[in-house]
């Protein structure tokens, strides 16, 4: 479905509008340049529009999203970073498609009659070990086994082993609000992956399948071999057109229960439809003959790569600075909402705003009349969705050795700033992370969230596996993640882009450096107990030997109650609260047998 979309000019009062109705909107603390505000919101806008359908790699709305971002680095002078190309290409993905003239599809009836199926007519989904089976055909209705929750079963009374279940989509009265169903609402029991299980559990060695009524009322669309994803991997799947079922009906014709024939698809449709009553039957005399072949196929994308020169001694040294900005497409993969997949997931804060952070600073520096103290290189990292493939790509064939790459920042998801909490992952990849990090916030005023560990999943992990000092900028995981809801409208455009603000103080202090940034991330700090927790009860399992909590007189058997003013109920209360009074002498409060115990605790590692 096409979403509404909102035109560029209307695109900077949309942002500013929707700002107010956010739940924690950005504060004034920093005021943001209205021209560089219009850039990041029209930046955020065109990469999360429908027209770029979801920048899955290897489709028409990636290209478009390629040919903006080249577009716009073009127009800024920013340099190509391969002989005059801004891409370094990569083939990514495992994509099954059908091998050309491998597929075919014939049903066979008493008295020699034959239903021959020709190109367009049918299609085979994908299967790892390809398809070749005959077997007699068996008609289930829409394949529902819902015999526990509405004593509703297509399943029970026919004999599914070793035969072809012919299958509807979707379910039973559908525009029925008082259907049992979820009503008109999309229940559990319409899903493919769902019936498919249910099939292969009676039994079933293949599936042909019928798009029902209304999903055929405008069109009789085929499915993509790969729609369903990995459900149709794990039994042979063939989609047909419901007037090459007709066609066999016609010769011979479901019967109901009073033995009255349905010959045509929407007959049975209406039937089930009006008496909920299941009409399976084997289609006596009938079998198919379905074959297959697979390939393989690989997609060709690409990192777009952009460099500004250093100058001075440090010149030869580089930063990153990257995000991705391929998303997921119609949600085939890792969509939260598996009821939505086939709608447009358009990945505005994931990872849009990412993507026009790393666009609108390449634009900063390169405006200044004087080139940085480094390197700087920007990467629009593609194939992130699919495992950090671009990412991976570059550091295993980088521009500039990672030996001399003093830092990586990445950005994913900046575009609901809460609180003005920014979240800096990785800060402690190297000593001297800190000290940029909270110089470059004095004239900002955020609150910087700084994890004492946990790395996120993105495109800084391949970095800092090869011991590049790495951030990953971020504010917070939304419900719409992974959704077709992460929409341009939600987005709160001038906080991302005082975010970006913020991150091009970071990136002058790191040019400034006399020396770059050392990789280490620290050892991680340990009380030396282990714990267990049950009804919000934490209780001290065991206590190391020589560790900081048998120093201070801590003991197996111990409940903790409090540390500071923290209350302990949790694993992560404990961590978190040694977390945040490290380095301090901090009052335990415990209950030792029936007595309550109160202990001063060193957390002072001395380790090391």
Known sequence: MKRFQITATWSLIACFAIVSFLPAVASAQSEVSAAALERVTEDIRFLASDECGGRQPGTPGMKLAVEYIVKEY?????????DGSYFQEMEVGNELVPVDGSQSLVFSGADNHEVSFEAGEFVALNNRRGIDISAPLVFVGYGIDAGEEHNYNELAGVDLEGAIAVMLRMEPQQDNPDSV????????FAYVSGKVSALRRAGAAAVIFLNDVASAEEEDALSAPDQFGRTTNRIPFFHITRAKFDELLEVSPLVDAE??????LADAEALIDKNLEPISQPLEGWSAEMKADFETRKIKTYNIVGVIEGEGPNADETIVIGAHYDHLGEGAYGSRAANRRGEIHNGADDNATGTAAVMELARRFQQRDEKPGRRLVFICFTAEEMGL?????????PLHPLESTVAMINFDMIGWLREDRVTLYNWNSSPQWEAVLDGANEDIGFELIKPASGFAGSDHLPFNNREVPNLFIHTGVTDTYHTPDDDFETIDCEGATRVIDYTEHVIDGLTSLDKGLSFGTPRPFRLGVSVRVADEVVTIDSVSEGSIAERAGLMAGDVILM?????????RNLTRAINKYKDETVM????????EVNLN???VDDEG
């Open 74 to 82: 073009e127009k800024a002078g920013i340099m190509p970073a391969y």
């Open 181 to 188: 169903f979820d009503g008109t609402e999309v229940s559990e």
């Open 259 to 264: 033995g009255n024939k349905l010959n045509t």
């Open 389 to 397: 493939l671009g990412a991976q790509h570059y550091v295993e064939n």
């Open 563 to 571: 540390i500071g003013e923290d209350e302990v109920k949790a694993r």
């Open 588 to 595: 335990f409060k415990l209950k030792r047998d029936d007595a």
């Open 601 to 603: 605790v060193a957390l």
